[in-house]
Nanobody
Framework: VQLQAFGGGLVQAGGYLRLSCAASGRTFSSYAMGWFRQAPGKEREFVGAISWSGGSTYYADPVKGRFTISRDNAKNTVYLQMNSLKPEDTAVYYC???????????????????WGQGTQVTVSS
């Protein structure tokens, strides 16, 4: 599976962005999809994830209520809608795919099998 994330950019605090992650291959629906981010000098951190069916979503506490993950299996694409952005959301955002055989969704980077190249999100104050 090859992943390509795009949609990042520069936005003012309080604004919004929608990231997309397009996947290659015909088995997209076999993967849970996650979003992670990494700020300069910090470790990569979990943002949120969605189960293979789209029926379950999980979010890290800092983004709960502001970010929403969705997926369209027919288009092999997962989305990250980010609202009410804060300067501390500034980071490179990565999408990742986790091969699953249930509705399980991981929150740790090592659980994911494939990674996109990342897209920069910068939130100005």
């Amino acid at each position: 599976v090859q992943l390509q994330a795009f949609g990042g950019g520069l936005v003012q605090a309080g604004g919004y962005l929608r990231l997309s992650c397009a996947a290659s291959g015909r088995t997209f629906s076999s993967y849970a999809m996650g979003w992670f981010r990494q700020a300069p000098g910090k470790e990569r951190e979990f943002v949120g994830a969605i189960s293979w069916s789209g029926g379950s979503t999980y979010y890290a506490d800092p983004v709960k209520g502001r970010f929403t993950i969705s997926r369209d299996n027919a288009k092999n694409t997962v989305y990250l809608q980010m609202n009410s952005l804060k300067p501390e959301d500034t980071a490179v955002y990565y999408c990742a795919a986790e091969r699953v055989y249930s509705d399980y969704v991981g929150s740790r980077p090592y659980e994911y099998d494939y990674w996109g190249q990342g897209t920069q999100v910068t939130v100005s104050s």
